[in-house]
Every structure is written in C-alpha cells, then in structure tokens.
Nanobody, 121 residues
C-alpha cells in the first residue's frame, strides 16, 4: 500500500523560506516520478514542481527561480525548498507519486494528505 506523508508546512511572512518534505513508502521509490501540487481556497489543484526518476526537474512558471525540488532515493523522500515566499503561495501542498511529467498527468498518481502553507504579507 502506497503511503505519502508530507511535513514542513506552516505560517510564515512574505520573503521567508520553508522546506516541505514527503516520505514515501509502499513502492520502489527510485522508479517513480514525483511531484508537488498545491490547492488554494476556491481554486483547482495546480502543478508546482516535479522530478523524474532520472532527476530531471520541472517547475511551474509561478515558482521558477524560487522553489527547488529534490529527492533522496535512499530515504524515499522528496523535498520542496521554497524561498522568497509570497502571499499567493498560500495553499495546501500535496506530494504525488507516479505522475507523468512534461505534459503533466496525474491519472495514476498516489497522493499525500497535504500540508498547509500560509504566507502573510
């Protein structure tokens, strides 16, 4: 059974940094693409960043240059380093395993429960 557990969310001020973590279990982690998505109140879930099993990285335009995704296959962990946070980054952030990158597709993905990130101005 796949389990994804996010951590690291919180409330910060604009310009601050946070590092989100996602612990995965139940699959051979190194074989899968991983991603971070977010959902703000009243909005649809959107792609934030992805990392392939080969460590190719992909970012939404809104976070390029500010966020960095990384993975540690030995620990079955994926991270999202978020710098220069803005109020518009406020959302619940979700980790996903098994996404398709390039043309993002989450049809067969597994999801974590999410972690709240709130950025005050």
């Amino acid at each position: 059974q796949v389990q994804l557990v996010e951590s690291g969310g919180g409330t910060v001020q604009a310009g601050d940094s946070l590092r989100l973590s996602c612990a995965a279990s139940g699959r051979t982690f190194s074989n899968y693409n991983m991603g971070w998505f977010r959902q703000a109140p009243g909005k649809e879930r959107e792609f934030v960043a992805g990392i392939s099993w080969r460590r190719d990285t992909y970012y939404a335009d809104a976070v390029k240059g500010r966020f960095t995704i990384s993975r540690d296959n030995a620990k079955s962990m994926v991270y999202l380093q978020m710098n220069g946070l803005k109020p518009e980054d406020t959302a619940v952030y979700y980790c996903a395993l098994g996404i398709r990158l390039g043309n993002i597709n989450t049809d067969n993905a597994y999801w974590g429960q999410g972690t709240q990130v709130t950025v005050s101005s």
